[in-house]
């Protein structure tokens, strides 16, 4: 790879989610992100460029990545685009998955809980409605946006794009849940 194919893909990474170019090999682009768990390592092979899942979240993230993209031929376990304009929807959408798969979607949730109960002092919130109250909207919100990053701000089942008639439903009743991570366990966000 060359040093404007080298540049060309960092570009496309951080126009598109990926906006940590992380050092590597010359042969290849490694790229990550703050704003998610994900990185991506990209190589050139023979006019198509290869792009590999290579983080923590690497295996749930790219089995729905294979979902998203029937379309775009794999060798071993990564994809082989053909245009930029591939590379950047797929690297754009795995940025989006990235934001809203389950165990992501739990981590930002417990982080803005703990965020929100540090502004309360200890003795206004132990045993009473108060805590679960804060828990409620902030785990809601955490979800609401998880669910519109995942099905690309539009619901699920009609495929209508206006997230302000937009729902989270979720599959168990939240009073229902026994914990958090049951909390984020999803149905897709539906038209009201």
């Not at 930029?84 to 809980?113: H, I």
């Not at 690309?152 to 495929?159: F, H, I, K, P």
């Not at 302000?164 to 958090?180: F, M, Q, S, Y």
Request: hydrophobic share 40%.
């Amino acid at each position: 790879m060359n040093i404007l194919q080298h540049t060309l893909m960092e570009k496309i990474g951080h126009e598109n989610g990926f906006e940590n170019i992380i050092p590597n090999l010359d042969d290849k682009v490694l790229l990550g992100s703050a704003q998610h768990r994900a990185q991506v390592t990209i190589s050139l092979e023979r006019d198509e460029w290869l792009l590999e899942v290579t983080s923590t979240v690497s295996r749930l993230l790219s089995s729905e990545l294979v979902r998203s993209f029937m379309s775009i031929p794999m060798q071993n376990v990564k994809f082989v685009v053909s245009t930029t304009d591939e590379l950047a929807k797929l690297l754009r959408r795995a940025a989006k998955l990235a934001k809203a798969l389950p165990n992501q979607a739990a981590s930002d949730y417990e982080d803005q809980v703990q965020e929100e109960l540090a502004k309360y002092p200890d003795d206004a919130i132990k045993g009473t409605e108060v805590e679960r109250m804060v828990r409620q909207r902030i785990g809601q919100k955490t979800f609401r946006n998880a669910m519109l990053n995942y099905w690309g701000s539009a619901c699920a089942v009609t495929g209508i794009a206006v997230p302000e008639v937009l729902r989270a439903r979720h599959a168990k009743p939240w009073a229902d849940c026994i914990n958090d991570a049951e909390r984020l366990d999803e149905l897709p966000a539906t038209s009201a």
